[in-house]
């Protein structure tokens, strides 16, 4: 699987967007890029996934470069409840493959 | 639906003590995994399972045992607790293996080794 590079912490304020990015340089063209979140102690909840198309569901945005080497994770309206460690995961759709979470990126959203 | 279910939510163990940590799920997911997070580390993979009777190891699989004889049903075996595996254990289930399907997380079970 491929490595993903995310920046540690991040704040925002609430209602405003929270943009977060991620790094995935190495991704091979049959891997799709997953966002993750975890709320304090929780089990990790999934947001959303794309393999090269923006997508968007009713939790946020994904938008994936052209080169596929980056990404970003928008939450356009942030609320407090959404303060949480945000997880970028490269994954192939092959059996056998893992889900490989790394430190992630916390993000704060500030009153 | 329950969804991911895990038992206890908190345990205390002596080192050299062994227990069995439950997971069960109600969704009829083929994949099921467990995974270990540390204090400020993301998730690390220990065990995983694409069906009954199937089971690999994952990243970190020392000192811990699974087994997978129905679908619903995925126990964590410590077979002598160390306090390096004092740590928070989260199990998951996705239905599809291949990763088409979205992985959904237990809440976790905090584990303390003495």
């Known amino acids: 699987d491929a490595k993903t590079t995310q920046p540690p912490s991040m704040d925002c304020a609430e209602g405003r967007a929270a943009n977060l990015p991620c790094n995935h340089s190495?991704?091979?063209?049959?891997?799709?890029v997953y966002w993750y979140r975890q709320i304090h102690s929780q089990g990790p909840q999934y947001i959303i996934h794309?393999?090269?198309n923006n997508e968007t569901n009713e939790m946020a945005s994904l938008i994936i470069t052209e080169d596929r080497k980056s990404s970003t994770l928008i939450l356009p309206h942030a609320t407090l409840r959404d303060t949480a460690v945000y997880y970028c995961?490269?994954?192939?759709?092959?059996?056998?493959?893992?889900?490989?979470f790394g430190p992630g990126t916390r993000l704060s959203v500030l009153p | 639906n329950a969804g991911v279910t895990q038992t206890p939510k908190f345990q205390v163990l002596k080192t050299g003590q062994s227990m069995t940590l439950q997971c069960a799920q109600d969704?009829?997911?083929?994949?099921m995994s467990w995974y270990r997070q540390d204090p400020g580390m993301g998730l690390r993979l220990i065990h995983y399972?694409?069906?009954?009777?199937?089971?690999d190891q994952g990243e970190v699989p020392n000192g811990y045992n699974v087994s997978r004889s129905t679908t619903e049903d995925f126990p964590l075996r410590l077979l002598s607790a160390a306090p390096s595996q004092t740590s928070v254990y989260f199990c998951?289930?996705?239905?599809?293996?291949?990763?088409?399907?979205?992985?959904?997380f237990g809440p976790g079970t905090r584990l303390l080794v003495l």
């Open positions: 998951a289930s996705s239905y599809d293996a291949s990763g088409r399907g979205t992985q959904y």
């Open positions: 190495t991704i091979s063209g049959n891997e799709y």
């Open positions: 794309g393999l090269k």
């Open positions: 995961i490269v994954r192939a759709f092959n059996y056998g493959q893992n889900f490989v």
């Open positions: 969704m009829n997911h083929e994949y």
């Open positions: 399972s694409v069906g009954a009777g199937i089971t």
